[in-house]
């Protein structure tokens, strides 16, 4: 059974930074890719950064040049590093994974709050 086990989410200050980690069951070059998604109080889910096996990267344009996503293969890890963060940053963040056998996969979320 794969897993994918957020954290690293909390209470930050506007312009602040925290780095979010998805830890892996798996290798995680299984995947075909990692993402980061996120859900807004009220609002739908919506995607934030994905990562490809081959290392190419893609943003949501609300977090471009703000947020980086990353991964270090020896630890079965993806991190979501977030800086100059935004009120309406607020979201609980999901780690997302889909597998080349049609499988998608789901972290249970980690909170994050950007507060003054």
């Known amino acids: 059974q794969v897993q994918l086990v957020e954290s690293g989410g909390g209470l930050v200050q506007p312009g602040g930074s925290l780095r979010l980690s998805c830890a892996a069951s798996?290798?995680?070059?299984?995947?075909?890719?990692m993402a980061w998604y996120r859900q807004p109080p009220g609002k739908e889910r919506e995607l934030v950064a994905t990562?490809?096996?081959?290392?190419?990267?893609n943003y949501a344009d609300s977090v471009k040049d703000r947020f980086t996503i990353s991964r270090d293969n020896a630890k079965n890890t993806v991190y979501l590093q977030m800086n100059s963060l935004k009120l309406q940053d607020t979201a609980v963040y999901y780690c997302?994974?889909?597998?080349?056998?049609?499988?998608?996969?789901w972290g249970q979320g980690t909170q994050v709050t950007v507060s003054s």
């Open positions: 997302h994974a889909n597998t080349p056998w049609g499988n998608d996969y």
């Open positions: 798996i290798n995680i070059l299984t995947f075909n890719s």
């Open positions: 990562i490809t096996r081959g290392g190419g990267t």
